[in-house]
């Protein structure tokens, strides 16, 4: 769970605090221009606003430990149009595309984020991994992707747990079943084991859907 600006300001030193605060009044202003139309001022060196400058360093600033809450809280405030959001995500060091990940959900983008998903789900960095099986891909992303979303967790070792909504998506999904059951059998075959995280998800599956209830 990413840290609150009210934990930040208790865990960070003063001159980190002061740092954020201007980043995040950077990111409010690059907000307010998009709203109004109103281009800004880009950074002389890299033709993007200002508080993308922050958004990379914010490392350093802030310490690693606390990068991805410094992050997702400019990001918010930003609110950055989805070609934005894509292009922060494409320049950005592994770090910073985690971050991405993590605050998806809070961003509303649609479903115009889902190509950021899918390129995370494509490596095999443990940490883009996990972060892109958050809440975001529990809501958009569809049946055939979500599952070898699990599927790629349990190959790539990423704990179950950080798939948001696994238990409800999983319920009753008989397709993904069967394609836990054949990668279980391709690592039976050869002589690797199981992971545990595996039949977890399998158990999921067997619990029935919920019926649907008539109105009285």
Not at 1 to 25: F, N
């Amino acid at each position: 769970m990413l840290t609150s600006r009210e934990e930040l300001d208790d865990r960070l030193p003063g001159a980190a605090i002061a740092w954020l605060d201007e980043a995040l009044a950077e990111a409010a202003h690059a907000a307010d221009r998009a709203d109004t139309r109103t281009p800004g001022r880009p950074d002389t060196a890299t033709g993007n606003p200002p508080w993308e400058l922050r958004f990379a360093s914010a490392g350093r600033h802030c310490g690693p430990e606390h990068a991805d809450a410094v992050r997702a809280l400019l990001l918010v405030e930003a609110r950055p149009a989805a070609p934005d959001l894509a292009r922060l995500y494409a320049q950005g060091t592994a770090a910073e595309r985690r971050a991405v990940l993590l605050t998806l959900h809070r961003l509303d983008p649609g479903s115009a984020a889902l190509p950021l998903v899918e390129d995370a789900l494509r490596t095999n960095d443990t940490r883009l991994v996990a972060a892109a099986v958050g809440p975001y891909a529990a809501a958009h992303l569809d049946a055939h992707g979500w599952r070898h979303a699990v599927l790629k967790c349990l190959f790539t070792e990423v704990p179950v747990e950080a798939v948001a909504a696994l238990a409800d998506r999983a319920r009753g999904d008989t397709e993904l079943a069967r394609m836990l059951e054949d990668f279980a059998a391709e690592r039976t075959a050869a002589g690797r084991p199981v992971p545990a995280d595996l039949r977890t998800v399998l158990a999921l599956t067997a619990t029935p859907a919920a019926a649907p209830t008539e109105e009285s």
